[in-house]
């Protein structure tokens, strides 16, 4: 089976510009959540997604949106990109919003210059 | 607030030795409590988890985590440290308080040297 797979891998956006990141949980997986980790640092919570509804939000401004679609892929969308938005965005898919553990995507490395 | 702390940035052990990654938690409620391994230039991977029950609980690699409820703690052991052990070690914990969020700490930087 495959596991999480996210792209892109790597990405290079300019100040201003919008970014979406895509994400392919794991077959059966019905629950996504997004995470950003700055070098250095833990984690920090984006989102989840459980059967297409958004089940939890993190300290993010609005800026940061997303949606998970009917296969149960998703996309976590970023405007109006600050050069503090660099950082890999990791995307885990699991079976149960909260009793179960996460499988982690490889992530994506965001530069915004 | 819901926290999770790591009080140490870097644990050294020798290899064959019994290592300790420390984790304490703030939530309300019930939490879930997990461990993640990260190594370089991999992703995160699940260790254990404690959901209910026995306190003690058995994971991936031979590691196991100690839930304590007076001391908020759930810290991750190995009876013998392995050179291969050496990564960085995340804490973290789920809650649903108006939503479901997994909360993980800053992580340990575990080194075992030979």
């Known amino acids: 089976d495959a596991g999480v797979t996210q792209s892109p891998t790597h990405l290079i956006k300019t100040r201003g510009q919008h970014v979406t990141l895509r994400c392919s949980p794991i077959?059966?997986?019905?629950?996504v959540s997004w995470y950003q980790q700055v070098l250095g640092q833990g984690p920090q919570f984006i989102f989840q997604?459980?059967?297409?509804?958004?089940?939890g939000r993190g300290n993010f401004p609005d800026r940061f949106s997303a949606r998970q679609f009917p296969n149960y892929s998703s996309e976590l969308n970023v405007n109006a990109l600050l050069l503090g938005d660099s950082a890999l965005y990791l995307c885990?898919?699991?079976?149960?919003?909260?009793?179960?553990?996460?499988?982690f995507g490889s992530g994506t490395r965001l530069t915004v210059v | 607030a819901q926290s999770v702390a790591q009080p140490e940035d870097q644990v050294n052990v020798a290899e064959g030795n019994p290592l300790t990654v420390k984790c304490t938690y703030s939530?309300?409620?019930?939490?879930?409590l997990f461990w993640y391994v990260q190594y370089p230039n991999r992703g995160l991977q699940f260790l254990l988890k404690?959901?209910?029950?026995?306190?003690l609980v058995k994971g991936s690699y031979g590691f196991e985590a100690e839930f304590n409820k007076s001391q908020t703690s759930f810290h991750l052991k190995k009876p013998s440290a392995l050179v291969s052990d050496s990564a960085l070690y995340f804490c973290?914990?789920?809650?649903?308080?108006?939503?479901?969020?997994?909360?993980f700490g800053a992580g340990t930087r575990l080194f075992v040297k030979a």
């Open positions: 404690y959901i209910t029950g026995d306190n």
């Open positions: 939530v309300s409620g019930n939490p879930y």
């Open positions: 077959s059966g997986h019905k629950s």
């Open positions: 997604y459980y059967e297409k509804e958004e089940r």
């Open positions: 885990a898919s699991r079976l149960a919003p909260t009793d179960d553990g996460y499988t």
């Open positions: 973290a914990v789920s809650v649903n308080t108006g939503g479901f969020k997994t909360i």
